[in-house]
């Protein structure tokens, strides 16, 4: 399980994994690889919790230990 992460630091891994952005758009921003968007939460003071990013990385197809190998998947 991804432990909590801060808004700067889940850009920057997802960047690593080939995401683009983050660009404005509607409510939410979203990063793009390829032809796949990913909202992604509004900055704010607190961090990302682990059941959001959870969801994040179920969405955006990157497996758990990926994510904490910090390899592309």
Known sequence: ???????????????????????????HP????GEFKLRIPNSHNGDISRSLLSEILRQAGISVRDWNDNKKG
């Not at 399980?1 to 409510?27: A, C, Q, T, W």
């Open 1 to 27: 399980m991804p432990k909590n992460i801060s808004h700067r630091d889940l850009v920057n891994k997802l960047r690593v994994f080939g995401f683009e952005g983050p660009y404005s758009g509607g409510r």
């Open 30 to 33: 979203f990063m793009i690889c």
